[in-house]
């Protein structure tokens, strides 16, 4: 009977079609609005993933990787000196201004990482050498930099090229790969000191301590005892991924327009799948009854509608998500709008384009189980 | 109460009741209705509109429940199953032929006619097969892949006759059979129905309105306000209206 369920539901072309439709757009909304969340998600904590350490210690009052304040720089000491602990590094994470060859400017997030160590480096050097970073006035710039700051330029910003950091001349000795940061700063790598050199002078200045846990610590119990010994806040990476997450949650409206815009996705699937299915049902309702009347059971008739019901679904969520894989390709290669989809987002999608669908058939199947066989014999 | 196995009748119908609505809206559909069918034969309800012989039909047919009485079907005492066997019992034993021939109009004649023989639970092919056989034996052959849109309603009606008889039912129920037909293809309509009415251990129950079809019957039973008030042979009638 299932093949003849199809037939039925492929044969009333319109409903299939705006069934479809409605699925498709649904499944589109949900998916790539999630996907667009989650890349700004994942922008907020892009730190963590281009300086890359275990623990970050920073002061008492921080509470998001993008929100530092200044440190003393004996900070380092100190937390070097705690048990626990294998290594500790100073880093400088400060927005400065750059200027364009045709006289504008343009911020720029500087990263200023310990000369001796390199601690917090790029993961990814495209071309140059890193090592090179030590010698004076040097620079390593991310993709980013090179499109924003090429601006009024004859060719792209390249190795060996100069620009300027504060009306301070900074030579370009590598570029590589960064994930872009939130607020869409490129990303520019120096030594500490020479970052020092590079920013205005403040009474302090570390932003950051970089550090490791010794051998036989956990991340999570070196940092609880920096904390203890220090008074500053101390974060694995994960700590701090998840509290710069939730910081965003609570005090921006960033996950209540995302949110309204999913849950929009989920009414607008409702509205159109669950009034174009009933509908469906209503018009078929004369030969639902008819086969009742021949001997299908309730459960034979649920299940055809069942099926009915779900396979829209499947199609309407493969299109879906295939429209979102499209756009996403699509960002990815211009850099923005910002985009991420875990493999639980399609997995999501889909139960929640089948909740719909089920919902769907069942106002479809508690009209057909009122049908009495014998309507089929009132004309 | 006979159980219709053994002896020469198919349904047996005793003192059944039926009324819908309640308060001052009550209408009392059937009142002690009795009467029979016989194997083999057509039997014809007749009756003015209003008068209960399709609420007859469904209570027979088990599409509808009835308040009292007893109805015995080839063996299978309505008023003692359950819901779920009486669905079996028509699923296996009932063949239907509606008025407007409710073909599914997004199915071809094949899989129109092989629906019956997949809710038996058959497989595709096993039922096509007997189905395409059924609608060659009726005339249609060759057009087993259309839709019913592009038939007449002769034409319709042969493939909802066919739907009917595809599981080999004992007992195939019609409503109004001809009233959306000319009266030539009425006619062709009624003598197939009456072919198939002769098989043995099969039994056709008409209900109809149209006077032109009587004539096919071998037997009639009149309705009047929710009662079989008579049931005679259509020949003896017709030849007693001769001599008269």
Redesign the interface.
């Known amino acids: 009977m299932f093949h003849i369920a199809l037939k039925m539901l492929i044969g009333d072309r319109s409903k299939y079609i705006m069934l479809i439709g409605g699925l498709t757009f649904a499944a589109l909304l949900m998916t790539q609005q999630s996907a667009v969340f989650f890349g700004l998600l994942m922008w907020t904590t892009s730190h963590l993933r281009n300086m890359r350490a275990e623990i970050w210690v920073v002061d008492p009052k921080v509470e998001q990787v993008n929100e530092l304040k200044p440190m003393r720089d004996t900070d380092v000491s100190r937390v070097r000196s705690v048990t626990g602990v294998s290594w500790a590094v100073p880093l400088l994470c400060t927005i400065q201004q750059s200027k364009l060859s045709d006289g504008n400017f343009k911020p720029v997030m500087l990263i200023g990482l310990d000369g001796a160590t390199l601690v917090g480096r790029p993961a990814q050097v495209i071309t140059g050498n890193l090592e090179n970073l030590r010698l004076p006035n040097s620079v390593i710039v991310d993709e980013l930099a090179i499109q924003r700051l090429s601006v009024g330029r004859e060719r792209p910003l390249a190795v060996g090229d100069t620009f300027e950091i504060n009306d301070k001349e900074a030579r370009v000795v590598g570029i590589c790969k960064a994930d872009r940061h939130f607020f869409g700063y490129p990303y520019i790598y120096t030594t500490y000191d020479q970052g020092l050199q590079f920013s205005p002078k403040l009474r302090k200045m570390l932003s950051l301590v970089l550090a490791k846990p010794a051998p036989g610590w956990t991340a999570a119990a070196a940092a609880r005892r920096i904390e203890k010994e220090t008074g500053l806040k101390a974060y694995t990476e994960h700590e701090f991924f998840w509290s710069t997450i939730w910081w965003y949650f609570r005090n921006t409206g960033i996950p209540f327009s995302f949110g309204t815009t999913i849950v929009l996705g989920f009414v607008v699937g409702i509205a159109v799948c669950g009034q174009t299915f009933y509908s469906f049902v209503l018009e078929n309702l004369k030969h639902l009854g008819a086969l009742k009347a021949m001997g299908a059971s309730n459960w034979l008739v649920a299940r055809m509608l069942m099926l009915q019901a779900w396979t829209v679904g499947l199609i309407g969520y493969g299109i879906g998500l295939g429209l979102t894989v499209l756009f996403g390709i699509m960002v990815l290669k211009k850099g923005q709008p910002p985009f991420m989809m875990p493999y639980q987002l399609p997995l999501f999608t889909f139960a929640v384009i089948m909740l719909i669908c089920t919902l769907a058939a069942l106002m479809g199947i508690r009209r057909v189980y009122k049908v009495e066989p014998a309507m089929v014999f009132r004309g | 109460m006979p159980n219709g196995n053994g002896n020469n009748f198919a349904v047996h119908v005793r003192n059944v009741s039926k009324t819908f609505g309640a308060g001052e809206a009550r209408t009392r559909a059937l009142k002690e209705v009795d009467f029979d069918v016989r194997r083999g034969e057509m039997l014809m309800i007749v009756g003015p509109s209003g008068c209960g012989k ?1 609420t007859l ?2 209570v027979i ?1 088990g ?2 429940n009835f308040d009292a009485g007893e109805i015995d079907v080839l063996g299978n005492a309505l008023h003692q199953m359950p819901r ?1 066997k009486v ?2 019992y ?3 034993d ?1 063949g ?1 032929i ?3 021939f ?1 073909l ?4 071809n004649l094949v ?1 129109n006619v092989s ?2 023989l ?3 639970g058959e497989r ?1 092919g096993a039922a096509e097969k007997k189905a395409k056989n059924l609608l060659d034996r009726l005339g249609l052959e060759g057009r087993a892949k259309e839709r019913p849109i592009n038939l007449s309603g002769g034409q319709q009606q042969r493939v909802a006759i066919a739907r009917a008889l595809v599981h080999e039912p004992r007992l195939v129920i019609c ?2 059979p001809t009233s959306a037909l000319d009266k030539e293809t009425g006619a062709q309509i009624m003598e197939l129905l009456r072919d198939i009415a002769r098989q043995p251990d099969r039994s056709v129950i008409v209900v109809t309105h149209d006077s032109r079809v009587f004539k096919f019957a071998d037997r009639m039973a009149e309705m009047e306000d929710g009662r079989v008030t008579r049931v005679h042979d259509v020949a003896t009638s017709f030849t007693q209206e001769g001599e008269h």
């Open positions: 399709t039909l469904s047919a599409t509808l779920r669905t079996e028509r699923k296996r009932v239907f509606f008025q407007q409710n599914i109009p997004t199915l899989e629906v019956p997949l809710i038996q595709r409503d109004e």
